[in-house]
């Protein structure tokens, strides 16, 4: 390809020696190629020593090997989604200090996925657990079973393939985008095979939540990185931050480190939000193929199954005050599940999630820790942990809950002492889902780094453009991993991208830019459609 242009709108008259493509043809030293399946096969050990040990604690004993086969299958399966996921968006974090020299482009992506590690190391979950919510509840009660089993191959295999088509096309789509799209793709297929309206299959609300997330985030990339080089503009005069590389020539220092600096922020917000989307599922498989161990938080202190009892007694008192006058007879799960799934409230809501907040509260108080929760029972009283926290979740959205803010502050508290025990995620899955995450940043990145960082604009990046689109991906990032919503890195830091070409008035090279809005549009009706396919074809042969 010929070199491109430099352009910059204070860039000095005198001519300067074009800006160079740097070189993306260097491949790896044979020894980062040792270290890179060195790192990968401890990996896959630590995985399974760690599952070994887990299991053992319990003083369970193995009677079956097919449960560990599917969960073994099933992990590297999640483990490629995130590894697929980590070459995907790679470019995204590294194209800017390739494209203006700043790091060369085989550390620049060792450098990203090392961060990228770090970023999955030290996330909250909050986003794991939100894409969870989204899975329709009846399956992730039955996760052990054939349709949950159906349900996480299906999702999980639905947005490999969609990534792996986009990346060959060197379309920077959204993993988040693909990944929600195969959610919502297995609910309705599974209202439908139930004969209930598609719709009932998802969470609706929450879908809405995070489909504003993914539809705003691109937009606010574009604009605040276009304000943000104009305000440059206006409050650092220096010609130097504006001009293109000049041939190979890295960048003066200072700019050098803005650069690598926002690089890094960029690859370390990837990896605590994105990263978080696998981990979910793979709570999820490990519920369902070894509940004795991962179905209840069995490292949780004494001291908080003590706030538990105070914060399930307070919220018992409140749900039965409310269900006043109505009772039920025989299993309250049944009507608790039917409100969760229809969100409507009926007489049988409240006096049902009575005496599903008591039994519940008398299980956890018969065994005084949950790490005493006998094995055959782990599964159980998950299980009701996770409906009652659903169904207080939807209560306290409900218009109609007639809940005053001190009772929803009592029902929140309860949540939390609920989620604590139900929705957490074991050192070692972090560490895994961070090996993936940071290896697959070394490979295949080279496609969508060149139509970041060459495809976008109709003039080579500038420092400030490049430094200006990558802080606004970190910062938006950043923001939504703190409010637990996932967004695409790649529609960020891409429109981020565009927005400072128009800024500058570099122009921008239609036909990328309508590829790019084709792959944004398209990604969740084929991710929905590939995933309810799948889930169909697996629910039969399961």
């Known amino acids: 390809m010929t070199d491109i242009t430099l352009n910059s709108s204070m860039a000095d008259a005198a001519p300067v020696q074009p800006a160079s493509r740097p070189n993306l ?43 560990y086969i599917l969960l073994f299958v099933a992990l590297l399966i999640a483990l490629g989604f995130e590894f697929v996921n980590g070459f995907h968006d790679t470019a995204n974090a590294v194209a800017t200090v390739i494209y203006t020299h700043s790091m060369q482009a085989e550390f620049a992506v060792m450098w990203s996925g090392f961060f990228n590690f770090l970023g999955v190391l030290l996330s909250s979950g909050a986003v794991a657990f939100g894409i969870v919510s989204l899975l329709p509840v009846e399956l992730i009660l039955q996760v052990g079973s054939s349709a949950g089993f159906a349900m ?34 297995v609910g309705i297929a599974n209202a439908l095979m139930r004969g209930r309206d598609g719709t009932s ?134 009507a608790v599940t039917q409100y ?13 999630l009575a005496v599903l907040v008591k039994d519940v509260g008398d299980q956890v108080q018969k065994y005084g820790s949950l ?31 007639d809940l005053n803010k001190q009772e929803v502050e009592t029902l929140k508290a309860y949540k939390g002492s609920l989620d604590s025990a139900t929705k957490f ?27 970041v960082g060459e495809k976008i604009g109709k003039t080579h990046l500038t420092y400030a453009q490049g430094a200006s689109a990558e802080l606004v991906a970190a910062s938006t990032i950043g923001v939504a991993d703190v409010f637990g919503l996932p967004v695409s890195t790649t529609h960020v830091l891409s429109s981020g991208v565009a927005g400072t070409m128009a800024a500058n008035g570099s122009g921008l090279q239609m036909a990328t830019i309508r590829n790019l809005l084709m792959a944004w549009v398209l990604t969740l009706p084929a991710a929905i459609c590939l995933s309810a396919g799948l889930y169909v074809l697996f629910s039969n042969l399961f």
């Open 25 to 67: 043809d260097k491949g790896f030293n044979p020894l980062t190629m040792i270290l890179f399946f060195g790192i990968l096969a401890a990996g896959l050990l630590y995985v399974a020593y760690s599952i070994y040990a887990d299991i053992d604690a319990t003083g369970m004993r193995v009677t079956a090997y097919l449960p």
């Open 152 to 185: 996480v191959f299906a999702l999980l295999i639905a947005a490999i393939i969609w990534n792996l088509g986009t990346w060959y096309f060197g379309l920077p789509a959204s993993s988040s985008h693909t990944l929600i799209g195969s959610i919502i793709g």
């Open 201 to 334: 299959g998802v969470d609706w609300s929450k879908a809405t939540e995070i489909g504003y997330a993914l539809l705003l985030s691109p937009l606010f990339g574009f604009c605040m990185a276009a304000i943000l080089l104009l305000v440059l503009k206006f409050v650092v005069r220096n010609p130097a931050l504006y001009a293109a590389p000049e041939g190979n020539k890295p960048p003066p220092l200072w700019i050098r480190s803005i650069l690598i600096a926002t690089c890094t922020g960029v690859s370390f917000a990837h990896g605590s939000n994105d990263g978080q989307k696998g981990m979910g599922l793979i709570m999820l498989i490990l519920i369902g193929t070894v509940p004795t161990a991962y179905a209840l938080n069995r490292a949780l202190p004494e001291s908080q199954v003590v706030q538990f009892q105070k914060t399930s007694d307070a919220a018992s008192k409140v749900i039965a005050a409310k269900g006043a006058g109505h009772s039920i007879t025989g299993d309250p799960r049944p």
């Open 340 to 352: 969760v799934a229809a969100r409507k409230i009926s007489e049988g809501t409240y006096p049902s």
């Open 371 to 401: 790490n005493k929760v006998p094995a055959e029972a782990v599964g159980n009283t998950r299980n009701d942990m996770y409906l009652t926290s659903e169904a207080i979740r939807f209560l306290m959205k409900d218009k109609e809950n």
């Open 425 to 451: 995620i074991p050192l070692w899955v972090k560490i895994a889902v961070a090996i993936a995450l940071g290896l697959g940043t070394m490979i295949g990145w080279k496609r969508i780094v060149i139509t």
